[in-house]
């Protein structure tokens, strides 16, 4: 994004990629006939920066159902909007999930937010979202049922302490637009965003090792001089390069993919664990959704786990299993596991107080510029952002020059 708008105005640039292809943790995997997101992602169609940078209609967006099925006490009750689906009125309506009080506040937080809009949001207090959802007064069996999953889900956060700011954020945009997979999978997204861009402005396996004003020097030893410099990285990276003191906090996902004949729900919902306990956070069927995500027919599943665990591959396979047994009966023994993501910096820790990523400086000292979730909100709608605004920093004080 920072790269498509320096080109924009005219001005010269290099990207000097670490990987083997571009995209950061949003790349997709062709493995078995299947397109494995790398942990299980999705695009949300009510971001602002996505609509004005990505070709939406290009990427060919499938939509999941707009809603949540919860699985609680055995079975799984569902939880839809009921102006884009109001034939499950009735039954979101008198779901055990929550009170009648609980989805009147839902509505009164939802055209709050509204009202606020993403500026509004990130200037409100902040404080953590456990806190927030008491102070609003939801009752206990809604928020260990709905909300704890589903912002696990979202922020990788079992115990919701992470800032209300996203969470009133990521609540309105949930329930603003639809959450999409493009059909070719979600790296279809950084791939589309470098159509355009020269291939002799990108060199891939360039990792920085230290920088400078005015210089990069990589891990080959090679040294790159130029007039300025932006840092695309994640968090942890970008403190490094930096030389910033103190680790930062990154949070951990486990992303497991079987496949089976027969997919255990029958609509492309999203199924959150409302029980409170277990391994397994949410489970995802792509292929419902997308059914470009399996060339052969059979149906793809993902399994999230979240926490700190043992990455022995065959004990979390065999417990996961287990669980997934328990929900949907003996027939899941027969699904085939096709990989299993560990990814160690899924995302950073996101307590309060966080600060509004639309007004985050971008300049961090005389030649050097940051963009990403660094001082930012971790996301495709504020990775957009920062690398553009990055970017126009960058032309504007070249133009003052």
Not at 6 to 18: K, N, R, T, V, Y
Not at 25 to 49: M, N
Not at 373 to 386: F, M, N, R, T
Request: positive net charge; aromatic residues 8%.
């Amino acid at each position: 994004a920072c790269a498509r708008t320096l080109m924009a105005s005219g001005m010269d640039f290099l990207i000097l990629e670490a990987g083997r292809k571009i995209g950061g943790r949003i790349q997709s995997d062709h493995v078995d006939g299947f397109i494995l997101d790398r942990g299980f992602q999705v695009l949300q169609t009510a971001y602002p920066e996505a609509r004005r940078q990505l070709n939406l209609k290009k990427l060919e967006l499938r939509p999941f159902s707009p809603g949540v099925a919860v699985r609680k006490n055995g079975k799984l009750y569902y939880l839809s909007d009921p102006v884009r689906r109001p034939k499950d009125f009735w039954g979101t309506l008198t779901s055990p999930i929550g009170t009648l009080k609980d989805r009147l506040k839902i509505l009164q937080l939802f055209l709050e937010n509204r009202i606020k809009g993403s500026s509004g949001i990130f200037e409100s207090p902040d404080i953590p979202a456990m806190e927030f959802l008491r102070s609003y007064r939801f009752s206990d069996r809604i928020i260990q049922s709905f909300f704890r999953p589903f912002f696990a889900g979202a922020c990788l956060d079992p115990e919701i302490r992470a800032s209300s700011r996203v969470f009133r954020y990521l609540f309105n945009i949930f329930a603003s637009g639809d959450a999409a997979l493009p059909a070719g999978g979600m790296g279809q997204i950084p791939a589309d965003l470098m159509e355009g861009i020269p291939q002799d402005t990108i060199q891939f396996g360039m990792k920085a090792e230290s920088i400078g004003q005015g210089r990069v020097i990589l891990t080959n030893g090679q040294e790159v001089r130029c007039k300025k410099i932006v840092i695309a990285a994640q968090g942890p990276e970008t403190q490094r390069l930096l030389k910033i003191p103190g680790a930062s906090v990154s949070l951990r996902e486990k992303c497991l993919y079987f496949s089976a004949k027969t997919p255990p729900v029958s609509e492309p919902f999203l199924i959150l664990n409302g029980q409170g306990k277990g391994l397994i956070n949410n489970i995802a069927i792509p292929t419902l959704a997308a059914p470009s995500y399996s060339s052969s027919g059979r149906h793809l599943i993902a399994v999230v786990v979240l926490g700190d665990l043992p990455d022995e591959e065959e004990g979390l396979e065999e417990s996961v299993r287990k669980e997934l047994a328990n929900w949907f009966g003996e027939s899941a023994q027969t699904w085939q596991h096709i990989k299993t993501y560990h990814i160690d910096h899924a995302l950073p820790d996101q307590s309060p107080p966080i600060s509004n990523p639309e007004k985050a400086e971008k300049k961090v000292s005389e030649g050097i510029y940051t963009c990403g979730e660094y001082q930012s909100v971790p996301g495709i709608q504020w990775s957009l952002l920062s690398g553009r605004l990055a970017a126009e920093q960058v032309i504007k004080e070249e133009k003052i020059s």
